[in-house]
Nanobody, 126 residues
Framework: QGQLVESGGGLVQPGGSLRLSCAAS????????IGWFRQAPGKEREGVSC????????YYADSVKGRFTISRDNAKNTVYLQMNSLKAEDTAVYYC???????????????????WGQGTQVTVSS
């Protein structure tokens, strides 16, 4: 059974940086679109960023564009989310997810993602 495990969350001051990792076990990420989502208390889960496996194209939500960078290392079966210039409103539980790559442009809707990690907490506070 495939599994995704996030790591790298924590407490950081506004303006700081964190790098989240999403490691896969039981399957290879080579043929999957990998997305990062987040959910703040009392809010719906929202898409933050995703990356294609075919052409490495990327997508960013407007709220994180220019501050977050998604990348993937297929040799390590891991996807990363580098988060810079963090703001209080970035506080949330961050989840990574995997969706079968299809001949469709990203981003994919949330229900296309078959595998989900357990989440990692990111708290931005002084």
């Amino acid at each position: 059974q495939g599994q995704l495990v996030e790591s790298g969350g924590g407490l950081v001051q506004p303006g700081g940086s964190l790098r989240l990792s999403c490691a896969a076990s039981g399957f290879t990420l080579d043929y999957y679109v990998i997305g990062w989502f987040r959910q703040a208390p009392g809010k719906e889960r929202e898409g933050v960023s995703c990356i294609s496996s075919l052409d490495r194209s990327t997508y960013y939500a407007d709220s994180v564009k220019g501050r977050f960078t998604i990348s993937r290392d297929n040799a390590k079966n891991t996807v990363y989310l580098q988060m810079n210039s963090l703001k209080a409103e970035d506080t949330a539980v961050y989840y990574c997810a995997a969706a079968d790559e299809k001949l469709l442009p990203i981003p994919y809707p949330r229900d296309e993602y078959a595998y989900w990690g357990q989440g990692t907490q990111v708290t931005v506070s002084s």
